[in-house]
């Protein structure tokens, strides 16, 4: 058994994506004069300011089709718990490292649970042990791996790559980051909250009052 932490890793994101909104959402309100100004490329001071409040007022009145303009795909590691919550997100595309294909000889990546008491926690030792076990015995027995899989506990982990657009980004994480999520999916989803804040502040730095 090997313990294994949730991670969540930007691998890419719509380069000065709040630039980009604002030039597209003009368009909607014949407002492109707006974007005048005496600086060179429209990122002074005083084009940010007016650029952050344009995002905010479609923000709060829920103009959020602008905002699918964006993307962001992320390496996430979370156990299959998570993942399996993860992709009910439809408005997003996914791929997953296969417990079908992965033969874990060195040890099955487990995430630890946060236990409430130590009791639980040597519970959940002695399963995932029994567990092990289980596995390398049938693997032993020449079972494939996509046969074996199935003594695999939940908390095993999984290398997942998510990309969305901005819209279904704060979708996922106003669901995720609530007080009735999964603790790991809310762990998770803070993670990729903290990645995606600075990349477009107007849009997803509110959420932090629901982590």
Partial sequence: ??????????????PEADWLLE????????????????????????????R????AGLRDRRHDSIFEHAHATFRLVADRGVTHEL??????SYTQSSTRYIKYSDGIPVVRPFFASPDREAAWRRAMLA??????????????????????????????????NFREWRHILKL???????PKIRALARMILAELSPLCPVYFSDLEGDA
Avoid at 1 to 14: D, G, I
Avoid at 142 to 158: N, S, Y
């Fill in 1 to 14: 058994m090997r313990e294994t932490e949730q991670s969540a890793e930007l691998v890419r994101c719509t």
């Fill in 23 to 50: 030039r597209i959402a003009r368009v909607c309100y014949n407002s492109e004069d707006r974007l005048e100004c005496d600086c060179p490329d429209g990122r002074c001071s005083r084009c940010r300011e007016r």
């Fill in 52 to 55: 952050d409040k344009f995002l």
């Fill in 87 to 92: 992709v009910r997100h439809r408005l997003a």
């Fill in 131 to 164: 567990a092990e076990a289980g596995y390398r015995e049938l693997l032993a027995a020449g079972a494939p791996a996509q046969e074996a899989r199935d003594v695999l506990p939940t908390c095993t982990a999984a290398v997942i790559f998510v990309t969305a």
């Fill in 176 to 182: 995720r980051l609530g007080r009735e999520a999964h």
